[in-house]
């Protein structure tokens, strides 16, 4: 079995690593690289904390061309901590989560979201999950900028997020069964006519 590792490239710990059902720049984040995940689309600093299923982000920016940049489909009650201003670009939706996610700040800063790809979208929810973004100030464009499934929730809280559409005639902001805005300007939609 050793043999195999060997002549296959891996050590026994990435062969027997945990596979959290998350990516990011279409590296896959697993017990043997959470505590620092590296790859080309990214800079800074990234880290994932299986412990308090929070993602970090620490001034970095993730742009990924093949896939999603940011990709949660194993972990319910995500937290994207976002720790100096740091940014998530992909060709594809540049963050896409089927399990319940929040996007925080600890400290206010910034987190910029683009899809460059005029069929894509900034942040879309699926399979009933609910977003919730606080303490942050955001910017998401994109095509489709913050989308839902029909199902899910949307609650910001303490938040500035500008949302600025790409799609003639399309919502910024669709497809959350409900949209709950606590304290501060929430969302301030950018979308062209």
Do not use: H
Not at 4 to 9: D, K, N, R
């Amino acid at each position: 079995l050793l043999a195999l590792f060997l002549v296959g490239g891996l050590t026994a710990n990435e062969a027997w690593a945990v596979d959290y059902g998350l990516s990011v720049a279409g590296v896959k984040v697993t017990s043997s690289n959470a505590s620092k995940i590296t790859g080309t689309g990214i800079s800074g600093t990234v880290s994932y904390d299986n412990d308090t299923k929070t993602l970090t982000l620490k001034s970095a920016t993730i742009t990924c061309e093949t896939s999603g940049g940011i990709v949660n489909t194993g972990i319910d009650g995500l937290t994207i901590l976002v720790n100096g201003n740091s940014e998530v670009s992909s060709d594809y939706n540049a963050v896409y989560c089927t399990k319940s996610t929040t996007i925080r700040s600890d400290n206010f800063s910034s987190l910029t979201i683009t899809a460059n790809n005029p069929e894509f979208c900034g942040i879309w929810m699926k399979d009933d999950s609910a977003l919730t973004i606080e303490d942050i100030w955001m910017r998401v464009t994109a095509a489709f900028p913050l989308l839902g499934d029909g199902k899910g929730s949307l609650q910001l809280n303490r938040c500035n997020v500008v949302a600025n559409g790409t799609t003639d005639g399309f919502p910024c902001v669709k497809g959350f069964t409900t949209i709950e805005s606590k304290i501060g300007r929430a969302v301030q939609q950018e979308c062209r006519d």
